[in-house]
């Protein structure tokens, strides 16, 4: 059974930084291991909807590719450790509005990557707060 865990969520003040991590584990539907899967992280704040927040994406040429939602692109780096089976967000320059539960996701398919639908599996989600 497949098991994605986030930690390193928190409370941190604006301006500050945080690192949100997820370890990814058991054997997946598809066979595939997840060095070759899409990973994501998305957020979801009290009242709205999930949003995308940021891919590290894998394809056939066994190019790794990130991807960046427009409000997170500069402040937010996206990396992933294949030894380890995990996939970590960097995140700096926090502010009151990055304020929300944390997702991390992975993904069989090559296309789609900010699609909370193409995703095949999730974790449980960590809280991040920024104070003003």
């Known amino acids: 059974q497949v098991q994605l865990v986030e930690s390193g969520g928190g409370l941190v003040q604006a301006g500050g930084s945080l690192r949100v991590s997820c370890a990814a584990s058991g054997r997946t539907a598809s066979g595939r291991t997840f060095s070759t899967y899409n990973m994501g992280w998305f957020r979801q704040a009290p009242g709205k909807e999930r949003e995308f927040v940021a891919a590290h994406t894998w394809s056939r040429d066994k190019i790794y590719f990130a991807y960046y939602t427009d409000s997170v692109r500069g402040r937010f780096t996206i990396s992933r450790d294949n030894a380890e089976n995990t996939v970590s967000l960097q995140m700096n320059s926090l502010k009151p509005e990055d304020t929300a539960v944390y997702y991390c996701?992975?993904?069989?398919?090559?296309?789609?990557?900010?699609?909370?639908?193409?995703?095949?599996?999730w974790g449980q989600g960590t809280q991040v707060t920024v104070s003003s």
């Open positions: 996701a992975a993904s069989s398919r090559t296309a789609f990557y900010s699609d909370y639908a193409s995703y095949d599996y």
